[in-house]
Each structure stands twice: as C-alpha cells, then as structure tokens.
C-alpha cells in the first residue's frame, strides 16, 4: 500500500467521522468544529487528488468564512447545549423520511449496477486538454467558457438568498436610533438664513 493510498484512507476515516459527530453531538459549539474538521480532511482529499485550488478554496472560504461565521453566531445567540426530546421526536418522523429516502436511492443504483463498475467509464487524464496550463487556469478556462451560464445564475441566486435574508431579519425595534437618510437631506424649514449687519452680532 502506498503512502498517497494510506493517507487517502486516514483522511476519508476522519471526514467521516467527523461527518457522524456533526449530526450526532449535543453541543452546536462542538458540531461546528467538527464541521471545521470534516472541511479540513476534504480539503486533504482534494490535494491528494491534484486539486490544490479546490482545497484552498475550501480552507479559505468554508473553513475561512462560512464555519467561523457559524460559530461566533452560535457562540453569540448562547444556544442551550442540550436538547430536550420533544423537539427531537418533532422532527424524527421527517428525519427518518429523508433517511429512507436516501437508502432507497443507493438500493437502487446498486441493484442496477450489480457492483460492476466496468461499465462506468473513467476519465484516466481529464485535463488532457489543459496539459500547458495550471489547474486553476484550467479549471477557470471551464468556468469561464462552456458554464459561464450557470455560473452566473449561481451568482444570482446567491444574491437573491442575501437580499431575502436581510429583508427576513429586517424589522423595527423600539428605543433603537435609526439613520433616516431622507430626513437629513431634505432639512427645508429647519435652516434659517440670517442676514447680520457689521458689528450689530445675533440675538440667541
């Protein structure tokens, strides 16, 4: 067995179970850093695999910004670290539906493959056609070219879930000060202009 295959294998062992322990823990604090740890042995996965811009886009922005937002929101809304079990058999019955559902899937493809896997055909070298090039300008010449498309209605969406999140939390509070803008700048009537003579001053 080879050093990159053991690694391989070391790395997958730990994202699963580290996978496990973010739907099984108690503690959200805990479940956020196992989420960091599973990002982190995927991103061990994908340079083993000759994806080096897709790794240090998962540490930079999951493990960077997403997993660390997660958990200052959780750290700052102080959730309970326990759950009481009528919130959990609330949501057992939809759990166990998409569970199913899952297992019915993978009983499916496995029973239309029949565990042969000849028939599914294997890229050996899939940037045969960017051999001159790094993998991020490949990867960026794909992008940018044949889905370009997609790529921006990605982006749309993603706008689209901001703006809508926003608008969601958006809502007035009492005893808050809030920045009228409209106010400030229409300030008709409450400027008077005073035409003070020399050496006469102005009366307060």
């Given at each position: 067995?080879?050093?990159?295959?053991?690694?391989?294998?070391?790395?997958?062992?730990?994202?699963?179970?580290?996978?496990?322990?973010?739907?099984?823990?108690?503690?959200?604090?805990?479940?956020?850093?196992?989420?960091?740890?599973?990002?982190?042995?995927?991103?061990?996965?994908?340079?083993?695999?000759?994806?080096?811009?897709?790794?240090?886009?998962?540490?930079?922005?999951?493990?960077?910004?997403?997993?660390?937002?997660?958990?200052?929101?959780?750290?700052?809304?102080?959730?309970?670290?326990?759950?009481?079990?009528?919130?959990?058999?609330?949501?057992?019955?939809?759990?166990?539906?998409?569970?199913?559902?899952?297992?019915?899937?993978?009983?499916?493809?496995?029973?239309?493959?029949?565990?042969?896997?000849?028939?599914?055909?294997?890229?050996?070298?899939?940037?045969?056609?960017?051999?001159?090039?790094?993998?991020?300008?490949?990867?960026?010449?794909?992008?940018?070219?044949?889905?370009?498309?997609?790529?921006?209605?990605s982006g749309i969406i993603l706008l689209v879930a901001?703006?809508?999140?926003?608008?969601?939390?958006?809502?007035?509070?009492?005893?808050?000060?809030?920045?009228?803008?409209?106010?400030?700048?229409?300030?008709?009537?409450?400027?008077?202009?005073?035409?003070?003579?020399?050496?006469?001053?102005?009366?307060?």
């Amino acid at each position: 067995m080879s050093i990159s295959l053991l690694t391989f294998y070391l790395f997958s062992a730990i994202l699963l179970l580290s996978s496990l322990m973010v739907i099984s823990t108690k503690n959200p604090v805990h479940s956020v850093l196992f989420l960091i740890l599973a990002f982190l042995n995927a991103a061990g996965i994908f340079v083993i695999l000759h994806a080096e811009f897709l790794a240090m886009i998962l540490i930079i922005v999951y493990v960077g910004a997403v997993a660390v937002l997660f958990l200052f929101v959780v750290m700052m809304l102080d959730f309970k670290t326990s759950l009481e079990k009528d919130n959990i058999l609330q949501y057992m019955p939809i759990g166990l539906l998409i569970g199913l559902v899952f297992i019915a899937e993978l009983v499916i493809v496995l029973i239309n493959t029949r565990l042969d896997l000849s028939n599914i055909q294997i890229l050996t070298n899939p940037l045969g056609n960017f051999m001159d090039q790094s993998n991020t300008q490949a990867i960026g010449s794909i992008l940018y070219t044949n889905y370009v498309l997609y790529f921006q209605l990605s982006g749309i969406i993603l706008l689209v879930a901001m703006v809508g999140s926003i608008v969601l939390t958006l809502r007035d509070r009492e005893g808050v000060k809030r920045q009228i803008v409209s106010e400030q700048v229409d300030r008709k009537g409450k400027i008077e202009l005073v035409d003070v003579k020399s050496g006469e001053g102005v009366d307060i």
